[in-house]
């Protein structure tokens, strides 16, 4: 073990391993709390979400759906027409929003009192983590260790990544738009980027080993969705494996177990992520890992003492408002507020492809699964005056249990992504659709697509049928 050239005489109340999503949220409650933190980064403050991932998506994917409503504008009498994307523009828009977010947290961060020490760490004991940075190696003294480093993004065995295949980290940046794509899985990432090429005018395909695309979702949306695809000519090749990939300069093959070979300009690998704890000296450390994921109990405390784990190391949801609200959870924990334990199911869920899909709680299968007696109700946003004005299908589906709360809300249509902080409430507060009926919703709004639905599930229907 290297000679620590710096090493800190009292400890910190919190040695954070990572400032992403998970690890400046508690770092930042944990300073309002009174603790002391160090917070312990490699890269840039704010992680994958702000620098890789939904950030820079969403700032994408809003730009492709102004190039879908520059080529709409005639169908709503406005003279417009799509000429094509600047790149260097559509990437100017998006790295000024990242720098104004980054701005602004890094400021939020140094107003804080949070030590931010810079470089790569790893744990050395429950107390001890060690610091390679420019400067040499600093080790800092803790009371408890957060591990919160992260994910990546993974790609397929024997599948190399290059100018013509690349993961979500590489196609962020894009200096072209390509004419055609394969999108290698279907899932969130997929067909968020498979919706924005397609917006910017490529040719996409996808392909998906499972039976539908974003399986995680409720059957129904899947097809709702696929059928979107199809209408904008976005083929979703599901049930099919990724055999090979080949790529030169000039072009990629994607060779499929099943059915013709795809001829591309891009490939883009959208399988997963994996977590992110290689190299951190866990398992010499005493830590617990399963598969490279670092397994917690409710309060997020891995088998050793004094060492919590947030965000996407932790198994379960890999999102950014998970990790934001593990690391509030481990501050206040520490703090001795006794919060109470994050649980997965009443973690929203948001995929930003056209159509939007939005949901939370329990799928009807995972209700049943649960033993509920369980009642459906579909309110069309074929009904919603505001969702005929903004030209989108789709549907709200509300599960309950029978005379009993909310269990789960699922929705897919441009607009959604908003709707869902009320699906949210509803299911964590348990609601009963006979609660939220009486509550009057503005019109015209895409929200009282959602007063319809417990409208209907509390069988007093205004604009439809029991
Ligand atoms: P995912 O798990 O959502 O989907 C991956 C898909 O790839 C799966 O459907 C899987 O069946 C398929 N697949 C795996 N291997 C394959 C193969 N060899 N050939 C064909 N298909 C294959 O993963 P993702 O889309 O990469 O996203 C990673 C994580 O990031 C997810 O947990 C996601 O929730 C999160 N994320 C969230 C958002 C958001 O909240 N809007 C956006 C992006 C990413």
């Not at 890269?43 to 702000?50: E, N, W």
């Not at 760490?121 to 800092?140: I, K, M, P, W, Y």
């Not at 891009?266 to 866990?282: K, Y």
């Not at 996407?312 to 408002?321: E, I, N, R, W």
Request: hydrophobic share 40%; aromatic share 4%.
């Amino acid at each position: 073990m290297a000679d620590p050239a710096n090493s800190t005489s009292s400890p910190f109340d919190l040695v954070i391993l990572g400032a992403g999503s998970g690890g400046y949220a508690c770092a930042l409650r944990a300073s309002q709390l009174g603790l002391t933190v160090a917070l312990v980064e490699e890269d840039k403050i704010g992680g994958t979400c702000l620098h890789r991932g939904c950030i820079p998506t969403k700032a994408l994917l809003h730009a492709a759906e102004l190039a879908d409503g520059a080529r709409a504008g005639a169908s709503h009498g406005i003279l417009t027409t799509f000429e094509g994307i600047d790149t260097v523009a559509l990437h100017a828009r998006k790295d000024k929003v990242i720098s104004q977010l980054y701005k602004g947290l890094t400021g939020l961060i140094g107003q804080a009192g949070i030590e931010v020490v810079t470089g790569r760490g790893r744990l050395v004991d429950a107390s001890t983590v060690e610091v390679d940075g420019e400067g040499g190696t600093t080790r800092l003294s803790a009371k408890t260790v957060v591990l919160a480093t992260g994910s990546y993004a993974k790609t397929i065995p024997g599948v190399e990544l290059g100018p013509r295949v690349m993961t979500s980290d590489q196609a962020m940046d894009l200096a072209q738009i390509p004419q055609r794509v394969a999108v290698l899985g279907g899932g969130v990432i997929g067909v968020e980027f498979a919706s924005m090429l397609r917006s910017f005018g490529a040719e996409v395909t996808i392909v998906e080993a499972l039976d539908r695309i974003v399986a995680a979702e409720e059957p129904s949306i899947s097809k709702h969705l696929t059928r979107e695809f199809k209408k904008r000519k976005i083929t979703a090749l599901t049930s099919t494996r990724v055999a090979s990939v080949e790529a030169d300069d000039q072009r990629a093959v994607v060779h499929l177990e099943s059915g013709d070979p795809l001829e591309v300009d891009l490939v883009l690998v959208a399988v997963g992520r994996g977590p992110r704890s290689e190299g951190l000296g866990l398992e010499d450390a005493g830590v617990t890992v399963d598969r490279g994921f670092v397994p917690t109990d409710d309060r997020l405390r891995t088998n050793v003492e004094g060492v919590r784990a947030v965000g996407d190391l932790v198994p379960g949801l890999q999102l950014a408002h998970r990790g934001f609200a593990h690391g509030i959870f481990v501050a206040e924990d520490i703090a001795g507020l006794d919060p109470t334990p994050i649980d997965d199911v009443i973690i929203p869920k948001v995929t930003y492809c056209d159509p939007e899909i939005a949901s939370v709680g329990l799928t009807s299968e995972a209700a049943k699964g649960a033993g509920k007696d369980v009642e459906t109700v579909v309110y069309p946003l074929g009904g919603n005056g505001r969702s005929i004005i903004r030209g989108t299908t789709g549907s709200v589906t509300l599960i309950r249990e029978k005379d009993g709360p909310v269990l789960g809300v699922h929705m897919v249509g441009l607009g959604v992504s908003e709707l869902i902080s009320e699906a949210q409430l509803a299911v964590g507060w348990e609601a009963h659709p006979e609660d939220i009926a009486p509550l009057v919703h503005a019109h015209p709004s895409q929200g009282e697509a959602f007063g319809e639905a417990a409208m209907l599930a509390a069988g007093r229907p205004l604009h439809a049928h029991a």
